[in-house]
Nanobody, 123 residues
């Protein structure tokens, strides 16, 4: 069982930056692929970024390429999402998730989810 707790959300003006953190419980964090998803009001939850366990391969959604960076610190059981050059369309609740698979870009590939943290970007 893995429990995930996100933090770092908030309000920021367009062009600004935020760093989200996701702290995980459990002793096997390093063996989980970690991902970030987001859900805007009235929209489906969508994939943002993922980092595999082991090699630490990353993959980002086209909408955030070059602006967002996922990273992880296995010694702290924490995954991060650095968000730069934020746009109003990035406004959403951001969720971190853990998967036993080597890679995951779909919701159904993830086994555990956090409660989410709100990010609001004003124009």
């Amino acid at each position: 069982q893995v429990q995930l707790v996100e933090s770092g959300g908030g309000w920021v003006q367009a062009g600004g930056s935020l760093r989200l953190s996701c702290a995980a419980s459990g002793r096997t964090f390093s063996r989980y692929t970690m991902g970030w998803f987001r859900q805007a009001p009235g929209k489906e939850r969508e994939f943002v970024a993922t980092m595999s366990w082991g090699a630490g391969n990353t993959y980002d959604a086209d909408s955030v390429k070059g602006r967002f960076t996922i990273s992880r610190d296995n010694s702290k059981n924490t995954v991060y999402l650095q968000m730069n050059s934020l746009k109003p369309e990035d406004t959403a609740v951001y969720y971190c998730a853990a998967s036993r698979l080597r890679v995951g870009v779909h919701r159904y590939e993830y086994d555990y989810w956090g409660q989410g943290t709100q990010v609001t970007v004003s124009s």
